[in-house]
């Protein structure tokens, strides 16, 4: 997808339907307001203004419109919804979009909290390939392998803090001892320091990250199924109103605390998928995230208007 096009949609619809001025755009998209001048010019040039926008990037808009104000987000980012897509084709697209949103935002000297999970693990590939200047990621977890560079990627330009520890560890005593830690102490208060934290939500599908490693196995998760259990952030599992539950691992979880993940500033999900659906509106109700980056079949199902003649 081209980010520019939707920096121009969003600028437009700002300024022409939504009747923010220059000065609150750049606000809203993170630019400057000079930027936001030649944004406008550019949209009015190049047709992509003209009376109305174009039907489909009206309609995105219109859907993270609502998903905002159902959810009480500080903002949302919709992209198409390629058809035929594989779970894995999906995830790549939220990683891409979330990589450029976030670059579009970040501070050169900016943390970036990351967590657990395919689309997150991509997101990063992603953002360490685009940046000028290394990037600094603090993990949320333990489980390090999901954090590091895709072995195709040729550039990397990332400076990764990990947790040195699985994700599950065999006992509580041992996740007691790894959490005491020197290092382990000193990366769990960097992430108070982070300006974006960006988690995964995950389903409980066969294509769940969690199972595709082996972290968990498919008793596992036949068991928190029957809890009740929707999805998961950071392997902590939460019922479809976004309430924890209290799984048989959870005291050997080398993870951030939801409660912790809840009160940090700009925490973004990225997910996608009728799979993901239940997990991503528990996740939503309970206010787990300020910012969602999903798709647009998704976001019409988590707004209620599954047509696009009611969008």
């Known amino acids: 997808m081209d980010f520019e096009e939707e920096l121009l949609t969003r600028a437009a619809w700002y300024y022409f339907m939504g009747k923010k ?13 000079m930027r936001v001048i030649r944004l406008l010019e550019k949209a009015s040039a190049t047709g992509l203004v003209q009376f109305k926008l174009r039907e489909n990037s009206a309609r995105r808009m219109s859907i993270e419109k609502r998903l905002i104000e159902r959810y009480g987000l500080k903002d949302a980012f919709v992209i198409p919804t ?29 943390f970036i909290n990351i967590g ?5 693990g991509k997101t990063l590939n992603n953002l360490a390939k ?26 990397f330009n990332a400076r990764l803090f990990l947790i040195p520890a699985p994700l599950i560890v ?15 102490k000193d990366i769990f208060q960097m992430i108070g320091m982070a300006s974006f934290t960006i988690v995964g939500i995950g389903g409980m599908n066969d294509e769940a990250t969690i199972l595709k490693t ?3 196995s498919l008793n596992d998760f036949w068991q928190l199924k029957m809890q009740g259990a929707v999805g998961d952030i950071l392997c902590h599992y939460f019922d479809k109103d976004g309430n924890t539950l209290a799984t048989p691992f959870e005291d050997r979880l080398i993870s951030t605390p939801l409660s912790r993940i809840r009160a940090l500033p700009n925490v973004i999900g990225v997910a996608a998928g009728m799979e993901k659906l239940a997990a ?9 995230i300020s910012t969602l980056i999903t798709n647009e079949d998704t976001g ?10 009611e969008v």
């Open 21 to 33: 001025t220059q000065q609150e755009i750049s606000v809203l998209l993170g630019v400057s307001r």
């Open 82 to 110: 390629a058809p035929d897509m594989a779970a894995g084709g999906v995830n790549d697209a939220i990683a891409e979009a979330a990589a450029m949103y976030i670059a579009n935002r970040m501070r050169p000297d900016a």
């Open 116 to 120: 657990y999970g395919d689309t997150t």
């Open 130 to 155: 685009i940046a000028e200047k290394p990037i600094s990621c603090i993990s949320l977890t333990g489980g390090v392998s999901i954090y590091l560079p895709n072995a195709r990627s040729n550039v």
């Open 170 to 184: 065999s006992s509580k005593e041992t996740m007691y001892a790894v959490m005491n830690e020197p290092q382990v």
């Open 214 to 216: 082996g972290v968990l």
């Open 280 to 288: 991503i509106r528990g996740c939503l109700s309970y206010g787990y």
């Open 300 to 309: 019409k199902r988590l707004v209620g208007t599954e047509n696009d003649e």
